[in-house]
C-alpha cells in the first residue's frame, strides 16, 4: 500500500524559507520510474506543479519558480525534502506530495498525499 | 495561465453524459505524449481517475472515460451521479523547458 505524508510549519513569515517533508512508504524510490514530486494549490485555484525527483536523483523544477526551489531525497528513510525560499503571501497554498510513474509515453501521478495548508503571513 | 486548456466549467442533469475537453499543443498531447486525468472532490485531495488516455484504475466506475485525438483529450462521464461533482484536471508531460508535469486549468462539474 503506497502511501505519502506531507509535514512542515502551518504558518511562515515572508522573505522566510518554508521546508516540507514528504515520507512515503509501500514503494522505493531506487526503483526504476518511480519519482516524487511537489505540487501545490492556492485557495480556489488551480494545480500546479513544482519540482520532482526521480530514481536516479535526477532532479527538475517548474521554470518560474526554478530559483527559489530544492529537492532532495533521502532514500534510507523514505524522505523527500522542499524547500522554497524568500516566501511571499501568494505562496500561501495546500502543498501535495506526490508519487509519479514515469513511462515512455510521458509522466502521471498514481498517489497523492493529503497535502498540507501553508499560510504566508507576518 | 496553464499549459493545457480547459472549460471552467460544465453542468448536466443527474442521468446525462458529460464531457470535459482538454487542449495542448505540438510540445504535448501533439507531440504523442498521454494525458491523464484526476478527480478533485471538495476539500481532498485529487485522485487519479484516467491514466494513459484511457485507462481506468482499479475502483474507477467504468462510466468515467476517456480518449485522445490530435492536440486535444476528452473525459467523459455517463450516468451522471450527484457524487461525481469535483473538480477535474487533465495533465500530461511537456518537451520544453520544465514540462515534467503540466496541468490544465481545472474543470468544476456540476450536478444540476
Known amino acids: 500500500q503506497v502511501t505519502l505524508r506531507e509535514s512542515g510549519p502551518a504558518l511562515v513569515k515572508p522573505t522566510q524559507t518554508l521546508t516540507l517533508t514528504c515520507t512515503f512508504s509501500g514503494f522505493s524510490l531506487s526503483s526504476s520510474g518511480m519519482c516524487v514530486s511537489w505540487i501545490r494549490q492556492p485557495p480556489g485555484k488551480a494545480l500546479e506543479w513544482l519540482a520532482v525527483i526521480d530514481w536516479d536523483d535526477d532532479k527538475y523544477y517548474s521554470t518560474s519558480l526554478k530559483t527559489r526551489l530544492t529537492i532532495s531525497k533521502d532514500t534510507s528513510k523514505n524522505q523527500v525534502v522542499l524547500t522554497m525560499t524568500n516566501m511571499d503571501p501568494v505562496d500561501t497554498a495546500t502543498y501535495y506530495c506526490a508519487r509519479i510513474i514515469d513511462y515512455g509515453s510521458g509522466t502521471y501521478i498514481d498517489h497523492w498525499g493529503q497535502g498540507t495548508l501553508v499560510t504566508v503571513s507576518s | 495561465q496553464s499549459v493545457l486548456t480547459q472549460p471552467p466549467s460544465v453542468s448536466g442533469a443527474p442521468g446525462q453524459r458529460v464531457t470535459i475537453s482538454c487542449t495542448g499543443s505540438?510540445?504535448?498531447?501533439?507531440?504523442?505524449?498521454?494525458v491523464h486525468w484526476y478527480q478533485q472532490l471538495p476539500g481532498t485531495a485529487p485522485k487519479l481517475l484516467i491514466y494513459?488516455?484511457?485507462n481506468r484504475p482499479s475502483g474507477v466506475p467504468d462510466r468515467f472515460s476517456g480518449s485522445k485525438s490530435g492536440t486535444s483529450a476528452s473525459l467523459a462521464i455517463t450516468g451522471l451521479q450527484a457524487e461525481d461533482e469535483a473538480d477535474y484536471y487533465c495533465?500530461?508531460?511537456?518537451?520544453?523547458?520544465?514540462?515534467?508535469?503540466?496541468f490544465g486549468g481545472g474543470t468544476k462539474l456540476t450536478v444540476l
Open positions: 505540438s510540445s504535448n498531447i501533439g507531440t504523442g505524449y498521454d
Open positions: 494513459g488516455n484511457s
Open positions: 495533465q500530461s508531460y511537456d518537451s520544453s523547458l520544465s514540462g515534467y508535469v503540466v
